[in-house]
């Protein structure tokens, strides 16, 4: 009985659970997040560059100087058209990238419970292929910056690393039991966090001395292998059913997500929300804490280069990654469960914001860093959390929602907050950190009244149970009495 259980593969409800495998989905993951490092801040370094050189600003060595002498006050009427006009371009390619992504990621996920988790795999991986050649030729012959958006609108059609992210998700939630879950989703953000942590760190020096397509073609060459790796190393963990139709893959999307949210067995629908809204709320905070604190430091009093904000850049989730992994992984989840776990991160990341706002020096920026590291941790929790709330075959529908909810969050983050730090930066530069930390204390509010539900939810059952139980004593009693009576 024992060999059976722990075989390699089994097959529960027509789900084969693979669980001697140490390594499976991690690696792919590690290895697309280093692509994404390398090619994301390229794309925009490539618009800024492009719009320079339309209007003459061809000077590559330019750093940006909190100093005003009279050469920059004479420029800024064109220095702030540029930066009008590359803002409008990022802001083009991020819509145009978010909302195919979002339709094609809770389609493709959501249907994975059905034809298998690597189909949408290879073909998010096809699509981030395709998108890095696109770019290849286009920064090759210099062609229009609007075929950037298209070839981005066109290609995140096939989900891109959204769905790759939220597809790798449900994978973990299938191979993992519930007690190692957690440690399982900590294991794959640390990763996250440590890919994105080392690509940006000799990207910059690259792009200067090459130029922008070869990181690209590393890219496609790391993306191909990663699709041999998921063809020929990864197993299967859910039974695809044969001879699926369109219509059945929409009927299918359609009848998952309402069996998703319409039982609350157990309070159920109402915890699963409270944690998917929690889940939004920090997620959104603490993606977008990135290019606020690169908004922060490049005004006085810091006034920090290029090379340091590089280091700031790679040392911020690196250290996180470390500490989500050491702390969090080892020694919080032998002291507490994923709610103790989660208001801990909530908590390193609200002082990590108030801390954030109210710096003013190089040295205290690096420190709040060291003091905020768990900031990160709740994200991996949150999805371990929303695991266990679901079922085994709706791993995929609920891990594309988190996917839609991460990419609405990319998306919403920039123009909320972005506009408050743009109105608040000249009389109170800190209120966008103390908007962020109210946030946080908000997300943390959410998540006790997910515990309370959950706790009311046990002892009604515990209740029950014992209810159960004195019923079925007072009836063998009384069939005893009966029985001695007749006889």
Not at 237 to 258: A, D, E, W
Not at 295 to 316: D, N, R
Not at 440 to 463: C, E, G, H, P, T
Request: charged share 15%; hydrophobic share 50%.
């Amino acid at each position: 009985m024992d060999r059976h259980t722990s075989s390699e593969a089994s097959s529960i409800l027509g789900r084969t659970v693979v669980r001697r495998r140490r390594v499976t989905v991690e690696l792919a993951v590690f290895v697309v997040i280093i692509c994404i490092g390398l090619t994301a801040p390229i794309t925009v370094q490539y618009i800024n560059r492009r719009v320079k050189h339309k209007y003459n600003m061809t000077s590559e060595t330019r750093q940006i100087n909190c100093l005003k002498d009279v050469s920059i006050i004479n420029g800024t009427s064109i220095e702030e058209q540029v930066e009008q006009e590359v803002a409008a371009w990022s802001l083009a390619l991020n819509a145009a990238g978010a909302f195919p992504m979002l339709i094609s990621t809770t389609i493709f996920a959501t249907t994975s419970d059905s034809i298998g988790r690597k189909i949408p795999l290879l073909v998010s991986c096809v699509g981030m292929i395709a998108e890095c050649l696109s770019f290849i030729c286009i920064a090759y012959f210099s062609l229009p910056l609007i075929y950037l958006v298209l070839s981005r609108l066109l290609w995140n059609c096939c989900g891109g690393f959204q769905l790759f992210f939220s597809v790798s998700e449900a994978y973990i939630g299938d191979i993992a039991v519930k007690k190692k879950r957690t440690m399982k989703f900590i294991l794959l953000q640390t990763l996250v966090l440590f890919g994105g942590g080392i690509a940006p760190i000799a990207v910059g020096y690259w792009v200067r001395a090459t130029g922008f397509i070869p990181p690209f073609c590393l890219a496609v060459v790391f993306y191909i292998t990663v699709i041999l790796y998921i063809i020929i190393f990864i197993p299967e963990t859910v039974r695809p059913i044969n001879n699926i139709s369109c219509c059945f893959v929409f009927l299918k999307f359609f009848s998952s997500v309402n069996m998703l949210f319409v039982l609350n067995e157990s309070n159920r629908r109402s915890r699963l929300l409270l944690l998917l809204v929690s889940y939004f709320l920090v997620f959104s905070t603490i993606a977008y804490y990135t290019p606020l604190i690169i908004l922060k430091v490049l005004e006085e009093p810091f006034c920090w280069g290029s090379v340091l904000i590089g280091y700031f850049l790679a040392a911020h989730p690196i250290l996180d990654g470390i500490a989500s992994l050491f702390l969090g992984g080892f020694l919080l989840s032998r002291c507490m469960g994923d709610n103790g776990i989660i208001q801990v991160g909530l908590l390193s990341g609200i002082i990590l914001m108030i801390c954030t706002g109210l710096a003013t020096t190089t040295l205290v920026l690096f420190v709040v860093v060291v003091i905020g590291s768990l900031g990160s941790i709740p994200i991996a929790v949150f999805m371990s959390s929303l695991s266990k709330t679901v079922g085994e075959n709706e791993q995929g529908t609920l891990f594309a929602f988190v996917g839609a909810l991460e990419g609405l969050g990319v998306f919403l983050a920039p123009l909320i907050l972005g506009n408050i730090y743009k109105m608040t930066s000249q009389t109170y530069p800190p209120a966008v950190f103390f908007i962020m930390t109210g946030i946080l204390v908000v997300a943390m509010v959410f998540v006790w009244i997910s515990k309370l539900l959950d706790l009311n939810s046990r002892n009604s059952y515990q209740r029950v149970d014992t209810d159960t139980v004195t019923t079925s004593q007072v009836d063998v009693t009384n069939a005893l009495v009966y029985e001695m009576t007749e006889q």
